[in-house]
């Protein structure tokens, strides 16, 4: 079972333009994590959303976390060729366990 | 300085071996994991150990046996290995765990490709 949907799976873009990284489940998570991960290595801890309705801004990303604590998303703007790899949601809870969505494996085109 | 390493980091073997991987992490962490991402990019939860006892075992077959020696070091056995196992292993550790608000810290991936 799929409890973590994310969108979309694959994503094409120019430099310069905004995107949205949508992250949804029915269910209630601790906290909801967003990674990246480039190319032959592991992904890496953007950032934690903890509080319903949170929202964190780390430079041209915004991360915010739905009210019910389900959904989150991730909101890039002027994206950067840097900018491309694999993002991956992930919902935590109090059991050791990191449940991750499938990753939207991001382009962003010189 | 690397936090989280393991070895080999490419594996290429038969059908039917025996292999070993290795995770070690120098960050004083007490919980570490070991996931598996496969070929679709999706990563999977296996095994989580605290402080060298396992806390979760997430239906993994058991050909595969993880050892904790010590709270740095967390090594992963499979036993007769099928195709089906071919994909990147990741290990992970975090300060603590069950908060559910740590933060895992992945290590590079081993990438074990069974023909």
């Known amino acids: 079972t799929q409890l973590l949907e994310q969108s979309p799976q694959f994503l094409s873009i120019q430099e310069g333009e905004n995107l949205t990284v949508y992250c949804n489940s029915s269910?209630?998570?601790?906290?909801l994590q967003w990674y990246r991960q480039e190319p032959g290595e592991g992904p890496v801890l953007l950032v934690t959303v903890v509080t319903g309705g949170e929202v964190k801004k780390l430079k041209r990303l915004t991360f915010q976390f739905g009210d019910a604590r389900k959904d989150s998303s991730l909101h890039i703007t002027a994206a950067q060729t840097g900018d491309t790899g694999l993002y991956l949601c992930?919902?935590?809870?109090?059991?050791?366990?990191?449940?991750f969505g499938k990753g939207t494996l991001l382009t962003v085109n010189p | 300085d690397t936090a989280v390493s393991q070895t080999p980091k490419y594996l290429v073997t038969q059908m039917g071996n025996d292999k070993s991987i290795k995770c070690e992490q120098n960050?004083?962490?007490?919980?570490m994991y070991w996931y598996k991402q496969d070929s679709k990019k999706f990563l999977k939860i296996m095994f989580s150990?605290?402080?060298?006892?396992?806390?979760i075992n997430e239906t993994v077959p058991n050909r595969f046996s993880p050892k904790s020696p010590d709270k740095a070091h967390l090594n992963l056995h499979i036993n007769s290995l099928e195709l089906g196992d071919s994909a990147v292993y990741f290990c992970?550790?975090?300060?603590?765990?069950?908060?559910?608000?740590?933060?895992?810290?992945f290590g590079p991936g081993t990438r074990l490709l069974v023909l």
């Open positions: 150990y605290n402080n060298k006892e396992l806390i």
């Open positions: 992970a550790s975090s300060q603590e765990g069950g908060t559910g608000v740590e933060t895992q810290y």
């Open positions: 960050l004083g962490h007490d919980t």
């Open positions: 269910s209630v998570f601790s906290s």
């Open positions: 992930a919902g935590a809870r109090s059991n050791y366990k990191l449940t």
